[in-house]
């Protein structure tokens, strides 16, 4: 490899060991079509327990498709048509009977753009866990809303001002709140769609360092445009590319040595 | 002067005058857009404040009223028939009479029918209400003296308003003499005190002739212009002989009957009018001497010794007439101590005629006429008699009604706007329901009420003019409006918020009455606003379900039947009686009034549930 190629190559940082025992979400030739277009092509991955997760690959390569496919998003666009099986826990997500309102309290998300409620901060968070009836009382809400923020490192920041619009935090602290809201609910999974795209570097790197802290408890999907970031974060890492996955593995692996030539290309920066 | 050009990114070369006209001309661009909005907005500006100005100016007489204060001496004979002091004995009784004998008392010398009726006219046929009201209140009042507040009529309440005829006062310079305290007078002054008056009266008389003459000619055009109509009239009536057809040849003769009678009708009054002119200006012409004056001149009126006398004939340094009210004395009064008064408007264009002028001022001399703020209008419901009508009864209507159409119309229309915006499936059908409902948003309101005539009241059979079906009617027109702002509202709402519900396992129903709607509150109450606003002021399909009667009681119920403030004053603008002119201005204020509060109301609302995102 030339010097140029390997200095572009991101290094992975993360823990190297890989959790073991049986994947969390099992999916299965899975296919998106958007009225006519076909988005995802026979798509099949694991993603494992307890560990992060990143997709990568270039704009419009059907990442953030198939991430909203896990806790059923697409659900919500009338044209998109879901083909496949996904299985949490050996339990099909789309099968009919199964309530969907329950699905996505176990599978939270964390939106590109940090979308708070135009509530107070409080209430950004005590919304969750009051609909489906996780407090009893006042005080127990009041503990998990503290909770919530401490995990997501956000509590020494807005302890004092709990009643303040989540609306009026800076960019950084909308999307620690946005994910202090996610946890709220202690789901199993939380996928995040890009969700440092629209901060600065050092939110970006709270988030990051946040991230690694909730894999201890939480299985994580993050979709991530900067390599480096999926680098740094995650344990296990998929290629998309024009709506199928060119490759799965390690992220250690694929960083340093991809068995696919796309793959390749993409990392040292030829395309995308 | 050099010329300093400047080399732009592209490498073309800027001239830096050019650069500076064109700035130029975008400032000048920018100013006269600015000046388009401002004259617009004082464009507009200006209409509302005349309108404003308008009905405000019209609406002022109707603020006040008159009331004679007077002392009736109340027996239980008139008032009590029963003799009970019980309240359904004490309504029966009779405080008119008691009244009127204590009123007629201020003028002895008034006799016989017709001047007593004419005496009698210038009191409201409710001048005793209030004193009914008090006696009823309050049964230790018989046998007392009750000093009572009594309406006075319509017209009189005018003429002190100075509405019937604008007055001119003259102090007397010279000292005059009447010959007579009572009947026929003969008022002479030392100096010739009339002269100008006289010449006044002469430059009437021309005036009135050279109107009269004006209004001749008018009448002749108008002849002049059926006349023409007469040849062809004739034809069309020999043709219809000719093709023999009886309906015909009767509608040609009673065609050419018309005219006929109509211009001969016309030529009748062209005679009469060109006599009267003759005859002013025969008048006018005859200098000196005394002139007389009749009920086509203006009235003049001499307040002297403490009674007034009609002026019959008026020369420079003496008049005839006859007394309205008697004289005290018959002594010389002194310059300033008596008056000339010239009522611009002939007695015969007027409906206070100056027997009732001079008692209505003999009143005021005596001190009992009060003037003050006009409660009754507020308090009383509507009446024949212009000085009682009061909107009480229209605006309990319109409250009744507006509630009945806001408890309808919100929910239903928000709730039709929330399943057909988030829960109904996008296909042809809903299509078709969207593209009625912005159709039914502008179908004329009349139309709502022949519908409510036809359903409601046809088939329904609810109880006809009551707010309960008003109430609907207007709920119909309304529910367009609402249901359209409230979808704008709903698509407004950024669906990041609905997303994010969804994301912390809202279902869709929650993310929809927990964050959805609240946030489109503004859009779904400007909405309301709007169409309730629209609402009130409607009054074409109030009038089809016969919300038009003359009801006089205060609405109590709902099904009760009642009239709304826009079908009031629609009646009210109709009404002949001058008071009802500027009692339909005071009206149409409270009804701008209540839309007012209503606005502010909503507007109220709307801020505390405005947030920002």
Same mark, same amino acid.
């Given at each position: 490899m030339d010097a140029t190629a390997t200095a572009a190559r991101p290094k992975p940082t993360a823990s190297a060991t890989l959790p073991a025992g049986d994947p969390k979400i099992v999916?299965?030739?899975?296919?998106?079509?958007?009225?006519?277009?076909?988005?995802?092509?026979?798509?099949?991955?694991?993603?494992?327990?307890?560990?992060?997760?990143?997709?990568?690959?270039?704009?419009?390569?059907?990442?953030?498709?198939?991430?909203r496919c896990i806790n059923r998003m697409n659900d919500t666009i009338a044209s998109c048509r879901v083909v496949g099986s996904i299985k949490i826990d050996e339990q099909d997500i789309y099968d009919p009977s199964l309530d969907v309102v329950q699905l996505r309290a176990r599978v939270g998300m964390v939106f590109q753009k940090p979308n708070p409620f135009p509530k107070s901060i409080y209430e950004n968070i005590a919304y969750g866990p009051r609909i489906h009836g996780l407090a009893r009382s006042k005080a127990e809400l009041d503990e998990i809303v503290e909770q919530a923020l401490r995990k997501a490192s956000l509590w020494n920041e807005v302890k004092d001002r709990l009643q303040d619009t989540g609306t009026g935090l800076s960019g950084g602290q909308q999307q620690r709140l946005c994910i202090a809201r996610a946890i709220a609910v202690s789901p199993e999974v939380i996928l995040m769609d890009e969700p440092c795209s629209a901060l600065d570097p050092i939110a970006t790197a709270k988030i990051e360092e946040l991230i690694d802290e909730l894999r201890q408890n939480f299985t994580i999907v993050i979709v991530t445009h900067s390599m480096q970031q999926a680098a740094r974060v995650s344990q296990r890492t998929a290629f998309f590319h024009l709506g199928v996955i060119v490759e799965t593995g390690p992220t250690e692996r694929i960083f340093t040595s991809p068995n696919d030539k796309r793959t390749q290309d993409y990392i040292t920066g030829r395309f995308g | 002067?050099?010329?300093?050009?400047?080399?732009?990114?592209?490498?073309h070369r800027v001239d830096a005058d050019e650069a500076r006209a064109r700035v130029r001309k975008r400032y000048r661009a920018e100013a006269r857009f600015k000046a388009y909005g401002i004259g617009a907005i004082a464009f507009a500006a200006l209409f509302l404040v005349v309108l404003l100005a308008d009905i405000v100016t019209k609406a002022l007489p109707a603020f006040t009223t008159t009331h004679l204060v007077i002392e009736v001496p109340v027996t239980a004979e008139s008032v009590d028939p029963d003799g009970s002091r019980q309240a359904a004995s004490l309504a029966r009784g009779d405080y008119l009479k008691p009244l009127r004998e204590v009123y007629q008392g201020f003028f002895p010398e008034v006799s016989g029918r017709a001047p007593r009726r004419e005496l009698n006219g210038l009191l409201s046929s409710g001048a005793a209400d209030e004193l009914r009201a008090e006696v009823m209140a309050d049964p230790s009042l018989i046998g007392r003296t009750v000093?009572?507040?009594?309406?006075?009529? &319509?017209?009189? &309440?005018?003429?002190?308003?100075?509405?019937?005829?604008?007055?001119?006062?003259?102090?007397?310079?010279?000292?005059?003499?009447?010959s007579a305290t009572s009947g026929d007078v003969v008022v002479t002054t030392a100096t010739p005190a009339f002269a100008d008056d006289l010449a006044e009266i002469k430059s009437e008389l021309s005036e009135t002739a050279r109107k009269r003459r004006f209004e001749v000619d008018r009448i002749r055009t108008l002849r002049e212009g059926i006349l023409s109509d007469k040849p062809s009239a004739e034809l069309a009536l020999r043709e219809a002989r000719g093709g023999g057809d009886a309906t015909r040849i009767t509608i040609a003769q009673n065609a050419l009957a018309k005219i006929d009678s109509d211009s001969q009708s016309l030529q009748a009054q062209m005679e009469t009018l060109a006599g009267e002119a003759a005859d002013f200006e025969a008048r006018f012409k005859d200098s000196g001497g005394a002139e007389k004056l009749d009920e086509k001149l203006p009235s003049r009126l001499l307040a002297i010794n403490g009674g007034i006398v009609k002026i019959t004939s008026l020369a420079a340094d003496r008049v005839e007439g006859v007394t309205l009210t008697p004289l005290k004395?018959? &002594?010389?009064?002194?310059?300033?101590?008596?008056?000339?008064?010239?009522?611009?408007?002939?007695?015969n264009s007027r409906r206070v005629n100056d027997q009732q002028i001079a008692w209505l001022e003999t009143l005021k001399a005596k001190g009992v006429v009060e003037t003050g703020l006009n409660w009754g209008f507020l308090t009383s419901g509507d009446s024949r008699e212009a000085e009682q009508a009061g909107i009480l009864g229209a605006l309990v209507g319109s409250i009744f009604t507006m509630a009945v159409t806001l408890v309808i119309c919100l929910p239903i229309g928000v709730g039709a706007a929330i399943y057909l915006e988030e829960f109904a499936p996008k296909n042809r059908w809903t299509d078709i329901i969207e593209i009625n409902i912005n159709n039914l948003a502008a179908v004329p309101s009349i139309v709502y009420g022949l519908l409510g005539l036809a359903v409601f009241l046809n088939f329904f059979g609810m109880p006809r003019s009551s707010a309960v079906v008003g109430g609907f009617v207007l709920a119909l027109l309304v529910l367009p409006t609402i249901i *359209?702002?409230?979808?704008?509202?709903?698509?407004?709402?950024?669906?990041? *918020?609905?997303?994010?519900?969804?994301?912390?396992?809202?279902?869709h129903q929650q993310a929809v009455f927990h964050h959805t709607l609240p946030l489109a509150m503004p859009g779904i109450m400007t909405g309301t606003i709007i169409g309730m606003a629209h609402a009130l002021g409607e009054t074409a399909p109030l009038l089809l379900i016969g919300m038009v009667a003359f009801i006089v009681d205060v609405p109590t119920s709902f099904t009760s039947a009642t009239t709304a403030l826009p079908v009031q004053i629609y009646l009210w603008s109709d009404l002949p009686e001058v008071a009802f002119q500027a009692k339909t201005s005071a009206a149409i204020l409270v009804l701008l009034f209540f839309l007012f509060v209503m606005n502010g109301l909503a507007i109220v609302l709307r801020k505390r549930f405005e947030r920002r995102w």
């Open positions: 999916a299965k030739d899975v296919n998106v079509y958007y009225a006519e277009k076909h988005a995802l092509k026979d798509v099949s991955l694991d993603i494992p327990e307890r560990a992060v997760m990143a997709f990568i690959g270039p704009s419009g390569c059907g990442k953030s498709t198939f991430l | 002067m050099t010329e300093m050009t400047a080399v732009s990114g592209l490498g000093k009572t507040r009594a309406l006075v009529s &319509d017209d009189a &309440d005018l003429y002190y308003k100075g509405v019937v005829t604008d007055v001119v006062e003259e102090q007397g310079e010279a000292v005059a003499t009447p004395s018959q &002594d010389a009064a002194q310059p300033n101590a008596w008056k000339l008064l010239t009522y611009e408007t002939p007695e *359209i702002a409230s979808r704008a509202a709903l698509k407004a709402v950024p669906p990041s *918020i609905r997303e994010a519900a969804l994301g912390v396992g809202a279902s």
